[in-house]
């Protein structure tokens, strides 16, 4: 069976230190992976997603930018945070298109999250 | 383009009584609709989904969703509600091609005894 890990579980970084969050797939092979981020009291907000290793599209601009090193890795990263960097940030994956047959519907499996806050 | 709208961003409801969650979608093609809930400090999980096979879809936890064309709507339904039902609730709209996920804003489920 598949499952999606997020590393670390809680942060607490300074503002204007770097950011590394880390996700990983195991039990599939070339997966979509995305990351989103929910801010207090808001919805959830795509930020990243990847069909392909080294191929990231970005959905909003920000402070934030993603890498995928690997096939089932997926990493989020910053040089230097912002107070509005705060927030819940999970990972999520998806059966790539075309690939995962009649029953394949585009839903996405999500990680436990990563709790950010920058004080 | 494909988008959700969920009616209500607080629910709270009886313990016993019925949950009610309403999802409205726009969608320029056929799509694949989704219920997830996220309870606290935890990612979201799949209650259910649709994928044209049936209009009355159940999913785990005792939850179904109806999907109705001529409304454009997946309201979320659970004949009574439990304790253990306080969580958030996100609709979500995908293409039947290829597509991101459209998630809705959400709804936050308060039980009270």
């Known amino acids: 069976s598949q499952t999606i890990h997020q590393w670390p579980a809680t942060l607490v970084q300074p503002v204007g230190s770097p950011l590394s969050l880390e996700c990983t797939v195991e039990g599939t092979s070339n997966p979509n992976l995305y990351w989103y981020r929910q801010a207090a009291g808001r919805g959830l907000q795509l930020l990243f997603y990847s069909v392909g290793i080294g191929q990231i599209s970005s959905e909003v601009p920000q402070n934030l930018s993603a890498s995928r090193p690997q096939d089932r890795q997926f990493i989020l990263s910053s040089k230097k945070l912002l107070l509005s960097d705060s927030g819940f940030y999970l990972c999520?994956?998806?059966?790539?298109?075309?690939?995962?047959?009649?029953?394949?519907?585009?839903?996405?499996?999500f990680g436990p999250g990563t709790r950010l806050t920058v004080l | 383009a494909q988008s959700v709208t969920q009616l209500g961003s607080h629910v709270s409801v009886s313990e016993g009584a019925l949950v009610l969650l309403r999802c409205n979608y726009s969608s320029s093609v056929p799509p694949y609709l989704f219920w997830y809930v996220q309870y606290p400090n935890q990612g979201l999980q799949l209650l259910l989904k649709y994928t044209s096979a049936a209009t009355l879809v159940k999913g785990i936890n005792g939850f179904e969703a109806e999907f109705k064309k001529s409304e454009t709507s997946f309201h979320l339904t659970k004949p009574s509600a439990h304790m253990s039902d306080a969580a958030e609730y996100f609709c979500a709209v995908s293409p039947q091609s290829w597509g991101k996920l459209q998630f809705g804003a959400g709804t936050q489920v308060v039980v009270t005894p």
């Open positions: 999520a994956w998806s059966v790539r298109s075309g690939r995962g047959g009649p029953n394949s519907y585009n839903e996405q499996f």
